[in-house]
């Protein structure tokens, strides 16, 4: 299956279990204080067996074909946790997880389980905004020793910003649904108005100053 059907076919499923909303007429704020028309729980696919296996499924077809090399699967807090865990168990591979920031107590790990110098990393994140968050956690493990080959993603809003943080970064990364799929389905199954469209994509690519 090609990136772009997988993409068609998890943003389906993400539809179906009402994991993405849109509201375009009635936005939401982010944590950030961004006004947005649409908002992603990816929390939810854990309660969705049929769904997390196809999801898992997809990410190990991936790692396989892209990534044969990888050593660790690398889940970032706390969003990917179950979903790099469940990865990890498929490929039959070491786990670890990066936290946001380290632990104030104890021995104030920043990563969590065991990984060597030099050993091969793909990490698994299950959001893409910025993409600050991500790409700091893919800092985490090099600074560690960690080589990291790639990062996979549930979902990505895809901004502009997101886009040359990654390229800035030299870091690949391939995610399982996008924005612009979602659009493309909303807008198909009626979920999306035809007028609501040019709103939705201004959105999209000037996001923090969007709504003002």
């Known amino acids: 299956m090609m990136i772009e059907q997988i993409q068609i076919e998890v943003t389906k499923k993400l539809l179906h279990i009402n994991t993405i909303k849109v509201q375009p007429n009635n936005p939401f704020t982010w ?3 961004w006004k947005a028309p649409i908002y992603c729980d ?3 696919i854990m309660s969705y067996p049929a769904e997390r296996t196809f999801i ?3 990410f190990c077809k991936i790692i396989r074909e892209k990534y044969p090399q990888a050593e660790v699967i690398a889940g970032v807090a706390t969003g990917a946790i179950a979903h790099g865990m469940l990865v990890a168990q498929e490929l039959g591979l070491p786990f670890i997880y990066v936290r946001a920031k380290p632990k104030d107590h104890g021995l104030e790990n920043l990563i969590e389980g065991d990984m060597k110098a030099g050993q091969k990393v793909v990490i698994i994140e299950d959001l893409i905004s910025t ?4 790409l700091k956690a893919a800092d ?12 996979l993603a549930i979902f990505t809003y895809n901004f502009p910003h997101a886009r040359k943080n990654f390229a800035d970064a030299g870091l690949e990364l391939t995610a399982l649904s996008r924005y612009q799929v979602l659009i493309d389905l909303a807008l198909e199954s009626g979920d999306v108005k035809p007028e609501e469209v040019e709103k939705l994509n201004k959105w999209r ?3 923090e100053s969007w709504g003002k």
């Open 205 to 207: 690519e000037q996001p």
């Open 131 to 134: 993409g600050v968050s991500s």
């Open 42 to 44: 990816n929390r939810k």
């Open 140 to 151: 985490a493990i090099t600074n560690f020793g960690g080589d990291v080959l790639g990062m």
């Open 31 to 33: 944590a950030s204080g």
């Open 56 to 58: 898992c499924e997809q």
